[in-house]
Structure formats: C-alpha cells, structure tokens
Nanobody, 121 residues
Framework: QVQLVESGGGSVQAGGSLRLSCAASGYTFTNYLMGWFRQAPGKGREGLAT???????TYADSVKGRFTISRDYAKNTLHLQMNSLKPEDTAVYYC???????????????RGQGTQVTVAS
C-alpha cells in the first residue's frame, strides 16, 4: 500500500523560503511519477511539479523558477524547495505518486494528508 507523509509546512513572510518533504513507503520509489500539487481555500487543485525516474522535471508556470522538486532515493523522500514565496502560494500542499501535472489536479494518483503553507504579505 502506497503511503505518503508530508512535512515542512508552516508560516513565512513573502519572499521567504520553505522546504517540503514527503516520506514515501509501501512501494518501489522509482516506479512512480512523483509530484506535488496544492489546493487553496475555495479553489481547485493545482499541479505544481513532477519528477520521473529519469530525473526529468515539469513545473507549472506559476512556480517555474521559484520551486524545485527533488528526491532522495536512499531515504525514499521527495522534496519541494520553495523560494520567493508569495501570498498567493498560501495553500495546503500535497505529495503525489502516479499522476502527471495535469491529472493530479483532477484527483488521479496517490496523495498524502497535506501540509499547510501560509505566506504573509
């Protein structure tokens, strides 16, 4: 059974940085396309970034150049480094396994319980 547990959320001032982590278990880490999506209050899910087993990445235009997705194979952990944060980045952030940038926003794939990120202006 795939299990994803996010951590690293919190409150930060605009312009600040946070690093999210996702501990994965229950499956072979490299077998799935991994990614992150978010959901802000009253809004739909937004796919943010993906990382495949070849190390190829994709990013949503809204976070390109500010967010970086990476993985630690030894620790079966996925990360999302978020820099230059903006108030509009405030949302619950979820780790995803098995979905593309487009389909994770539609509810496909596995996901964790989420971690709250709040960016104050």
């Amino acid at each position: 059974q795939v299990q994803l547990v996010e951590s690293g959320g919190g409150s930060v001032q605009a312009g600040g940085s946070l690093r999210l982590s996702c501990a994965a278990s229950g499956y072979t880490f490299t077998n799935y396309l991994m990614g992150w999506f978010r959901q802000a209050p009253g809004k739909g899910r937004e796919g943010l970034a993906t990382l495949d087993s070849y190390g190829r990445t994709t990013y949503a235009d809204s976070v390109k150049g500010r967010f970086t997705i990476s993985r630690d194979y030894a620790k079966n952990t996925l990360h999302l480094q978020m820099n230059s944060l903006k108030p509009e980045d405030t949302a619950v952030y979820y780790c995803s396994a098995g979905a593309s940038l487009e389909t994770m926003g539609a509810g496909f794939g596995f996901r964790g319980q989420g971690t709250q990120v709040t960016v104050a202006s």
